[in-house]
Nanobody
């Protein structure tokens, strides 16, 4: 089995910062692209940022210049540094990993269960 666990969410005031983490563990041979997605109440899940195994990144226009995605391949962990947070960033943030399992070398997408970020005064 593969497990993705997000952490670091919480309540923050507008203009504040948070750092999210996503730790992957279990039946993992290698991890390809990882990404952060978010889903606000009443809205569809949307892409926030992605990062490849060699560090190439992609961001949604709404977070460019404010959020930074990174990863530590030695720890199978991904991060999202969120600065200058706005109320519209309020959402459940999910991590996703595109990886190859060590047990059967199948390539699959896995999702975490999410962590809630609330930006409010």
């Amino acid at each position: 089995q593969v497990h993705l666990v997000e952490s670091g969410g919480g309540l923050v005031q507008p203009g504040g910062s948070l750092r999210l983490s996503c730790a992957a563990s279990g039946d993992i041979y290698t991890i390809y692209t990882m990404g952060w997605y978010r889903q606000a109440p009443g809205k569809q899940r949307e892409l926030v940022a992605t990062i490849t195994s060699i560090g190439n990144t992609n961001y949604a226009d709404s977070v460019k210049g404010r959020f930074t995605i990174s990863r530590d391949n030695t720890k199978n962990t991904m991060y999202l540094q969120m600065n200058s947070l706005k109320p519209e960033d309020t959402a459940v943030y999910y991590c996703k990993a595109d990886l190859m399992r060590s047990s059967d070398f199948e390539v699959m997408d896995y999702w975490g269960k999410g962590t809630l970020v609330t930006v409010s005064s």
